[in-house]
C-alpha cells in the first residue's frame, strides 16, 4: 500500500467537519459610511445538505454520517470571544451561549458589534467545563469569564496560555471523562476574519451587517472495537470458544493542545489559504491533513496504551451468523502522532483473562500519514475491526464520518 500518497484519501471521509454551510461575508447594501459593522456568525457542526452526501472509504463503508453518541457528545455551553488585534489585543465582544440539550442555541442570534475594516481574532469553545484551567488557582470559566468585558486587554503571556493550553490524558479513562461534573466533550477553533471595509452605497439606511459561517472542531480522537471472525469454511477461525477479555490500543500520545495547533484541512479553512475569509465547502467535507501534536514525555516515547478491561463481559471467539458483531468502546484520546517513520499504532487483544497479550498487525489502512509520520487526528472516529482468523488475529481500520448534533446554522430566531 503506498502509505504515503493515499493517506488523504484513506483520512478523508473520516473528519467532516460539516462546513457545508460555511459561506463567504456578505454585507447589505448601506446609505451611511460607518466605521462599525454588526458581525452575524453562524456556526455549524451539522448540515442537511451534508447529510445528502455518503461519504465511504476505499472499502465501501460506511452508509451516512454518524450522530453524536450520548450526552458526552452533546453541547452544553457555547463561549465565543472576539478580538480587536491593532495595535493590541482587546476584547470586541464576548458571550456565553445558553443551549438546549442538544446543543441548539437559546434566544440568541450571535451578532456583534464590531470595527470594520480590520482582522479580527474569534476564539470558540464549546463544553468549557471539561476543559483543565490553564492557569493554577483558577477554574476554566473564571480564566475565561476574565476575557467577558468589552475592552479587555489581552497580553501576549494570556495569548500564549490560549495557544499552549493541553489536557493530558489519564491511565485507561477517555480523555475529558473524569473533568467537570458532567463531563462532554469540548469542541474548539480559532478563526482570523476580516472585516469588510465599508463604503457609502447611496442605497437605503440599513445598519451594515456581514454573515460568516464558522466551523467548531472536537477536541479528540475516537475508538471503537468491532470483534469480527472469519467463517470461511477453507480458513477456519483458530481459538473457537476462547473468549477476548481485554482490548488496548498502543503508540498514543498522553498530551494534546487544547485548540488545533498549526492544522492544515482540505479543502483549506479559508480562502486563498491565508487567514481573513473562511474558505466555502459546497459539499461539507473538510479534513484535517496535518497538524502539531504534542511532544511525548520522556519515557513515553513509544506512546501510551489505552486498555479496555473486558473480563465482566468478554467477547466469546465464535461465528455471529451474520448478526452484529460485538462492538467494545468508545474511548476518546489525545490527537496522536509517530515520532519515527518506523513506528505505527497496534493493537493487542488479552484471551481468558490470562494476562497474556497477543498483538494483532499494525494499524496501517486508512490511518492519516503526514511527513512520513502515522498520525490520529482530532474529530477522528476509528472504526477497528479485529480478526480471528486461520492465519492469526489481524486488525483494520474503517473511517465512520464523525459530525454529530445539528446545531441551528442561524443561532437564533427564522430570518428571511
Known amino acids: 500500500m503506498i502509505r504515503n500518497n493515499l493517506s488523504y484519501l484513506l483520512i478523508a471521509p473520516l473528519l467532516l467537519l460539516a462546513a457545508a454551510c460555511v459561506s463567504e461575508d456578505e454585507v447589505r447594501p448601506i446609505g451611511n459610511t ?6 452575524r456568525l453562524k456556526l455549524c457542526m451539522d448540515s442537511e445538505e451534508a447529510k445528502t452526501e455518503t461519504a465511504r472509504s476505499d472499502k465501501g463503508q460506511p452508509d451516512d454520517y454518524e450522530q453524536a453518541s450520548g450526552t458526552f457528545e452533546q453541547i452544553a455551553t457555547l ?4 478580538l480587536h488585534n ?3 489585543m482587546e476584547v470586541e465582544g464576548a458571550r456565553m451561549v445558553a443551549t438546549a440539550s442538544d446543543g441548539t442555541p437559546i434566544n440568541d442570534n450571535l451578532e456583534f458589534k464590531v470595527a470594520s475594516n480590520e482582522m479580527k481574532t474569534i476564539v470558540l469553545i464549546a463544553n468549557e467545563a471539561s476543559l483543565p484551567s490553564p492557569v493554577p488557582g483558577k477554574t476554566t470559566s473564571q480564566f475565561l469569564d476574565q476575557f467577558s468585558p468589552k475592552g479587555t486587554q489581552v497580553t501576549q503571556k494570556q495569548w500564549q496560555q490560549f495557544l499552549n493550553w493541553q489536557v493530558t490524558q489519564s491511565a485507561n479513562t477517555s480523555l475529558f471523562a473524569n473533568i467537570g461534573d458532567s463531563p462532554r466533550l469540548p469542541l474548539t477553533e480559532i478563526w482570523n476574519i476580516n472585516t469588510l471595509q465599508l463604503e457609502e452605497t447611496g442605497v437605503g439606511n440599513d445598519e451594515p451587517v456581514q454573515e460568516t459561517t464558522l466551523f467548531l472542531t472536537r477536541a479528540a480522537a475516537k475508538a471503537t472495537f468491532i470483534f469480527d471472525v472469519d467463517t470461511d469454511p477453507a480458513n477456519p477461525y483458530i481459538g473457537s470458544g476462547v473468549k477476548v477479555t481485554g482490548v488496548r490500543l498502543k503508540g498514543l500520545n498522553t498530551a494534546e493542545y487544547v485548540f488545533p495547533a498549526n492544522a492544515a484541512y482540505s479543502p483549506a479553512k479559508y480562502i486563498d489559504n491565508q487567514p481573513g475569509t473562511p474558505n466555502e465547502v459546497a459539499d461539507g467535507k473538510r479534513f484535517i491533513t496535518s497538524f502539531d501534536a504534542v511532544t511525548r514525555q520522556p519515557g513515553y516515547e513509544e506512546g501510551s496504551t489505552f486498555t479496555i478491561g473486558m473480563a465482566s463481559s468478554p467477547v466469546e471467539i465464535k461465528s455471529y451468523n451474520g448478526q452484529n458483531a460485538p462492538v467494545r ?3 476518546y484520546f489525545p490527537e496522536s502522532k509517530m515520532p519515527a517513520k518506523d513506528m505505527q499504532f497496534t493493537v493487542e487483544v488479552e484471551l481468558d483473562g490470562n494476562g497474556n497479550w497477543l498483538p494483532a498487525q499494525p494499524l496501517t489502512d486508512n490511518i492519516l500519514n503526514t511527513g512520513g509520520l502515522d498520525a490520529i487526528a482530532r474529530n477522528t472516529h476509528l472504526e477497528i475491526h ?6 492469526g ?3 483494520e481500520v474503517t473511517l465512520v464520518p464523525y459530525i454529530g448534533v445539528n446545531l441551528d446554522p ?4 427564522d430570518r428571511e
Open 79 to 82: 463561549r465565543v470571544i472576539i
Open 410 to 413: 442561524i443561532f437564533g430566531t
Open 34 to 39: 460607518s466605521s462599525e459593522t454588526t458581525l
Open 393 to 395: 488475529i489481524s486488525s
Open 329 to 331: 468502546g468508545p474511548i
Open 386 to 391: 479485529i480478526k480471528f482468523g486461520a492465519n
Open 86 to 88: 491593532s495595535p493590541i
